[in-house]
């Protein structure tokens, strides 16, 4: 299956335990079946994909993603997403006005 970028990266990925396979952790070499439920941590979420089609070569992305049901949820909308206040690191303590925009951003964000 065609979920990461790279071969390196899904291998990466599986030894690092983000890939599961029908709930149990997958090794990089483990095979698929027709029906078999992979789910991919990347990026801070989580992919959901039902193997549909065995394909026996290596195909680019486009005909990859013909073998599979994507039932990953839906992106959350932008506004839901939180704002991280992150201030670059050396530029020393914050200002006041610097502060009082973090506090308007936390109390932002316990709000929700």
Same mark, same amino acid.
């Given at each position: ?19 599961? @396979?029908?709930? %149990?952790?997958? !090794?990089?070499? &483990? ?9 991919? =941590?990347?990026?801070? =979420? %989580?992919?959901? @994909? ?6 026996? !070569?290596?195909?680019?992305?486009? @005909? ?10 839906? +992106?959350?909308?932008? +506004? &839901? @997403? ?6 670059? /690191? ?5 200002? !006041?006005?610097?502060? /009082?925009?973090? +506090?308007?951003? &936390? ?6």
């Amino acid at each position: 299956m065609r979920l990461t970028k790279t071969r390196s990266a899904a291998g990466t990925a599986c030894r690092a335990g983000h890939v599961r @396979v029908n709930g %149990e952790r997958a !090794k990089p070499a &483990q095979t698929v079946r027709t029906g078999d439920e992979v789910r991919v =941590r990347l990026d801070g =979420r %989580e992919r959901i @994909v039902v193997v549909s089609r065995l394909i026996s !070569k290596r195909v680019g992305a486009p @005909v990859a993603a013909e073998c599979y049901v994507d039932n990953t949820p839906p +992106e959350p909308p932008r +506004e &839901q @997403v939180a704002v991280a206040a992150v201030r670059d /690191r050396g530029t020393g303590r914050p200002t !006041k006005r610097d502060r /009082r925009e973090l +506090e308007r951003l &936390q109390g932002a964000q316990r709000a929700h």
